[in-house]
């Protein structure tokens, strides 16, 4: 599977009409009014990758599959969640579970939709569920910051070596910055990450605008992404209603309907591109008679670790990976052609996956 992404923002913004569209189901009601999510919804996608179908028709693979990515519509947060206002408890404890997060900005004016703050205004929703998350945040660390401290003075090395990482988080949340910019040493990361801070997750916004602006945005989505681009976070914008509606159509009908609205492609595939440069994670094959198939694994995994993504045992006894670049495996007509010319290499366990490689994994168990 890609990753786990959580579906966050106020509520009426779209989440719930976005999880739709991008799971092709009615799964999470949408309705117009606050709360209508009342347990996270959990969706799986295929990730979309033409690459995929140029691997199969040239080994003439009878299935196509492609690698998975989760998606969850998380309820709808409300200024005072931190403090347990509307469904804030439980929207903080789902929120804490998934791997990053893909906070919906309603940047669309609409009458019938009610806005819980009376007006449209997309940096305000941001700051208000920014800020939400930063004083959830700045509550767990403040609880558990004396206990370490004392632990620290009473000799506990794990203690000592944890209580820093704490108070670095919080002198940027005291500061009104979420815990991500906190500046880190390499020892330090993986104490960091330990922590499961909801503001050191990766995140991005997805501007949600009417349909007569998805292919160039408006005025509500360009103030957003700017504001977005000040601090760093990408930012994607899509209409959730028009993906309902393409969600709908036969696959030979997406493409035609998406070039009579100026779009290339559908806001699944950014949102899946921004998701991926997101959590730094990379793309592989399996290619054969019997099927296709892509998986992902994070960039700079060892050849091992990607064999482990098929299965355990692969890892285990991982002894070497028959490895061809996706452009050469194009370029020389599969596998046969690849050794040919000298590009299907041996690779061992100390081997960086690379974005588009093809494998063949040797093990012994």
């Known amino acids: 599977m890609g990753f ?3 579906i966050v923002g106020l509520p009426n913004v779209g989440k719930s009409t976005l999880f739709n569209a991008l799971t092709a189901t009615q799964a999470a009601q949408a309705a117009n009014y606050p709360f209508c999510t009342i347990e996270p919804n959990v969706g799986r996608v295929a ?13 003439h693979s009878a299935k196509i599959i492609n690698t998975q990515l989760e998606f969850v519509d998380i309820a709808g947060l409300v200024k005072g969640a931190s403090k347990g206002e509307g469904l ?42 920014e800020t939400e998350l930063m004083l959830a945040d700045l509550d767990s660390l403040e609880k558990r910051l004396p206990n370490l401290e004392k632990r620290a003075k009473g000799g506990d090395k794990e203690a000592a070596a944890e209580a820093p990482v704490v108070r670095k988080a ?62 760093g976070i990408p930012s994607v914008v899509i209409s959730a209603a028009i993906e309902a509606e393409v969600a709908q159509l036969p696959p030979d009908d997406q493409a035609e309907y998406l070039g009579h609205l ?33 998986w992902t694994v994070r960039r700079e995994a060892r050849a091992p670790e990607a064999a482990g993504v098929i299965h355990t045992d692969f890892e285990k006894g991982f002894i070497r990976a028959e490895t061809i670049a996706y452009d050469d495996y194009v370029a020389l007509d599969g596998e046969a052609g690849a050794r040919d010319a000298g590009k299907l290499r041996l690779e061992g366990k100390d081997y960086a996956v690379r974005d588009g490689d093809v494998f063949h994994f040797r093990f012994n168990v």
């Not at 909801?198 to 957003?224: C, D, F, Q, R």
Request: glycine share 8%.
């Open 47 to 59: 990730v979309p990758d033409p690459r995929l179908e140029k691997l199969a028709a040239i080994a």
């Open 170 to 231: 919080l002198d940027a949340l005291r500061d009104g910055k979420p815990a991500r910019v906190a500046v880190l040493a390499d020892a330090e990361r993986p104490i960091f990450a330990r922590l499961q801070l909801i503001t050191a997750k990766p995140m991005m916004y997805v501007l949600n605008v009417e349909e007569a602006s998805a292919a160039t945005g408006n005025p509500h989505s360009a103030k957003a992404e700017a504001w977005a681009k000040g601090r």
């Open 4 to 6: 786990n992404c959580g």
């Open 88 to 129: 804030g408890n439980q929207f903080l404890a789902n929120i804490r579970e998934v791997d990053a997060i893909a906070h919906v900005l309603r940047c669309f004016e609409d009458g019938d939709v009610t806005h819980v703050a009376g007006s449209v205004d997309p940096v305000r929703d941001a700051e208000i569920v």
């Open 262 to 294: 100026g779009l290339k492609q559908t806001g699944l595939a950014r949102v899946v591109q921004a998701g991926y440069a997101l959590l730094d994670l990379v793309t592989f094959f399996t290619v054969g008679p019997k099927e296709a198939r892509a």
